[in-house]
């Protein structure tokens, strides 16, 4: 049985920065778009709603035919996306801000049902309406301090891209707001799909500062080399397969040695170093889920679980594959 699709409501006021939502939005189109050429449903169905029908965004061009604000939610997840304003502080006294505030002030956030996404100053608005208080949150530089003055119960964290407290999900501001929804692709669709989209949009992959490593199905991908994102596509995919040298460099179109100087140029590892991740990788996941070690080791392609133990030892991970 399919997963529903996530409805996912970008909220929009006069003078909306339009950057804050268009980057995420195409995000998840491009990720619709990915999930349908893999023969999988679409996740995400993107709505533009507002207090009122119309709105001017920052740069000029007005929106029209924008949806009211729902009065009723369906059994179908959803995601509600805040996005900024232009100027020092949020203006939440004008007859949309009063009407949104007066909506949000209604909703009861879930993980998995009903979550928060906020982009920029868009945290101001969601602690205009209560629902910051007891989590930890970020927001624009500028707006950090109005931020801790609007809710002093929330916990504002600086000096991060995005911020992670279900079901509130926060990034510092514009182009931040578009690694917060990769983030949430890859949690939802897997970490090769959510390369893609980025590897699509030609935006690097990023973590916060504080948060955790890279996940190796998205490391050594921020890179424009089309050739080499197309061998990195192919073996993300099928890290099982038989892959030699040889082969990765006839997906490349080019010889195994113009391969190897490919990979240590623009990824910084070699292109068996970077099958090995991906694979050990995978041994994790499978292990995560029950299997085995020699299931765990044949599942991402290890000719044996002594082979899968190596790598483990080779790249550092705590204790063995399966035990402590």
Known sequence: MPEPPIRVLFVLLPDSLILDWAGPAEALRIANQQ?????????FRLEFVGPAPSARSSVGAQLQGLAPLPAQWGDEPAWIVLVGQPGERIAVHTPEARALLHWLRGQRLEAGRLELLTVCAGAVLAAHAGLLAGRRATTHHHHLQELAEVERHCEVVNNRVFVLDA??????????????????????????????????????????????????????????????????????????????VPRMAAVACTSPRHLARLFAEHTGVAPLAYLRRLRLATAQMALAAGASVGHAAAQAGFSSDTQLRRAWRHFGLPGTPGGG
């Open 35 to 43: 999930l349908r050429a893999d023969g999988r449903p679409e996740r």
């Open 167 to 244: 079901p509130v999900y926060s990034s510092a501001g514009v182009t931040t707001g578009i690694d917060l929804v990769l983030h949430r692709i890859a949690a939802l669709c897997g970490d090769a799909l959510a390369a893609r989209v980025a590897q699509a949009m030609v935006v690097a992959l990023r973590r916060g500062p504080h948060d955790p490593e890279l996940s190796p199905f998205l490391a050594h991908r921020n890179h424009l080399h089309a050739a080499l994102h197309r061998v990195q596509d192919a073996v993300s995919a099928q890290p099982q397969e038989d892959w030699t």
